[in-house]
């Protein structure tokens, strides 16, 4: 018999049950509970696998397990926004452990190093007016100048000591905030230290190449200067031209040096958080770096950028407001030309040296702003391209799901967080 379109439709009663009372057929027994319809493979509520089970998971016994909390950024490939939404949320999320930790670590270092050349140098140059002859002041003044650059380089080291550490905590910070939890401020900085000295060496190593690089480029701008013009004749039509190609060379090569310390920038930008998460020391974490960007560095350029330009237009908002205070506020403490004496009293310079000292805050506060968003920037992308490549998300996932239901998840589990991929299995008889 010919059905047309229908001469395959299914027999009836085996995609439905049969009435009550019907006899039973095909092994449907009378009483059982018919299974309920399952929504079309492909549609948006089809479920690959196993249903899954009552609550959002079960421990052995039964015991329910809560959802894991909401980190600070989807545990998946970010998208753009996400990764702009996630550097943003740090403020929201950890704002005292990462912008108090920048306030003291930058107003500390800062103070230090500005304070310790001057009060050195005001040691050591006092004394030659009391040097009595020539020969004894000669001596005298190199031994000031050179105490005052030592002191003045001990100032930037320790500079340096605490940059390494603030970044150590702010990796720490957004490593935890990835699976839900808050890091609090003690032991962000007892998780800063470890690590440390591969930060220092990484950032001595990153000093010394950019220093060889700037050096490099001005020897050879007055090299090409200087071959230009030798090669000129005396005209002085010729003499003009060669020093016009000569200014181009050199813009060309200054253009080239801040490119290539632009694109050498954004290659390492990830060797920090390998530092501290992976245990690697700073040439390994370099080329970890210059790994994990492989394909991606135009992604990562452009969030870097967009991040910078924000900041510099934020940050140059806020002190040209605060320059416009500054600057009212020395008109109104600078005595008129009232034919009265001008000399400062000390009201005024207890009033000049509050507005310095509140300039001077406002510029170390709008630092660590910058810095907090700029280094967390920098990890919140090393965890996207490690979830991209490795597949670190589910890694990620398994820590926030284990830390909701109570278990403790160490900083050693954030150091060994590489994917051991296991080998493939074969198909049972199969030899290879």
């Known amino acids: 018999m010919t059905h047309g379109p229908y001469e395959h439709a299914p027999e009836p009663n085996h995609a439905y049950p049969p009435p009550p009372g019907a006899p039973s057929s095909g092994g449907f027994e009378q009483g059982a509970q018919w299974p309920a ?144 939890e808050k890091l609090g401020f003690k032991e962000a900085w007892r998780a800063g230290w470890r690590g440390i000295w591969r930060l220092i060496g990484y950032a001595l190593i990153v000093g010394v190449g950019s220093l060889l690089l700037i050096a490099i480029g001005w020897l050879l701008i007055p090299f090409i200067l200087f071959m230009v013009l030798s090669g000129s004749g005396a005209d002085e039509a010729t003499m003009a031209g060669s020093i016009g190609l000569g200014v181009i060379f050199t813009l060309l090569l200054g253009g080239a040096t801040v490119v290539l310390m632009v694109w050498v920038g954004i290659k390492i930008m990830f060797a920090p958080s390998a530092i501290v998460l992976e245990g690697l020391g700073p040439i390994a974490a370099i080329r970890r770096s210059w790994g994990l960007s492989h394909g991606n560095f135009w992604r990562v350029l452009g969030i870097v950028v967009v991040i910078q330009v924000i900041l510099n237009f934020a940050t140059g908002a806020v002190s040209t407001v605060a320059q416009l205070a500054v600057s009212m506020g020395q008109v109104i403490l600078t005595p008129l030309g009232t034919g009265q004496s001008t000399e400062p009293q000390a009201g005024t310079i207890v009033a000049f040296a509050v507005i310095l000292l509140l300039t001077s805050a406002l510029q170390v506060l709008l630092g660590a702003i910058v810095l907090v968003l700029t280094s967390g920037n920098a990890t919140i992308l090393y965890f996207d391209l490690r979830m991209r490549k490795e597949g670190l998300g589910v890694t990620l996932q398994r820590y926030a799901e284990q830390s909701s239901a109570g278990a403790e998840i160490t900083d050693a589990d954030f150091d060994v967080q590489r994917e051991q991929h296991p080998a493939p299995m074969t198909a049972p008889g199969y030899a290879r």
């Open 37 to 180: 319809p399952q929504p079309a493979p492909g549609s948006s509520n089809w479920q690959y696998g196993p249903p899954p089970e009552s609550g959002y998971g079960q421990r052995p016994g039964g015991q329910w397990m809560p959802a894991p909390t909401p980190g600070l950024f989807p545990l998946r490939p970010l998208a753009f926004g996400d990764a702009l939404a996630a550097t943003f949320r740090l403020f929201r999320t950890s704002h005292k452990t990462t912008l108090g930790s920048a306030v003291i670590v930058m107003g500390a270092t800062t103070l230090f190093a500005s304070l310790l050349p001057v009060v050195v140098g005001m040691l050591m140059f006092t004394r030659i007016p009391f040097g009595g002859s020539q020969e004894d002041i000669t001596p005298m003044l190199v031994s000031s100048i050179t105490l005052t650059s030592l002191a003045a380089l001990f100032g930037l080291a320790i500079a340096g000591v605490g940059s390494a550490l603030l970044q150590g905590i702010l990796v720490r910070v957004v490593a935890r905030g990835a699976i839900g």
